[in-house]
Nanobody, 123 residues
């Protein structure tokens, strides 16, 4: 089992940047595929980005491609989401998730979830 704790959210102006971190417990972090999802008020939780256990493969939602970068440091049991050129529509609670599968785009793929961190982008 793995426990996930997100950090790094906050308030930023449009065009700004934030880096989210997700710290994982457990000695088998390097065997998990990891993902970031987000949920805006009144909307369903949506896929943002995913990374394979080795970091060798990454995938992004079209809405963030070219602006967000997912990465991981298995030595630190941490996955990151670097968010640049932020837009007001990026405002949401961002969740980190882990799966024993390689990775995936669907919420149903992921077995473990963090509590989320709020990101607010002002115009």
């Amino acid at each position: 089992q793995v426990q996930l704790v997100e950090s790094g959210g906050g308030l930023v102006q449009a065009g700004g940047s934030l880096r989210l971190s997700c710290a994982a417990s457990g000695r088998t972090f390097s065997s998990y595929g990891m993902g970031w999802f987000r949920q805006a008020p009144g909307k369903e939780r949506e896929f943002v980005a995913a990374i394979s256990w080795s970091g060798g493969a990454t995938y992004y939602a079209d809405s963030v491609k070219g602006r967000f970068t997912i990465s991981r440091d298995n030595a630190k049991n941490t996955v990151y989401l670097q968010m640049n050129s932020l837009k007001p529509e990026d405002t949401a609670v961002y969740y980190c998730a882990a799966t024993v599968r390689t990775m995936g785009f669907s919420r149903m793929t992921y077995e473990y979830w963090g509590q989320g961190t709020q990101v607010t982008v002002s115009s």
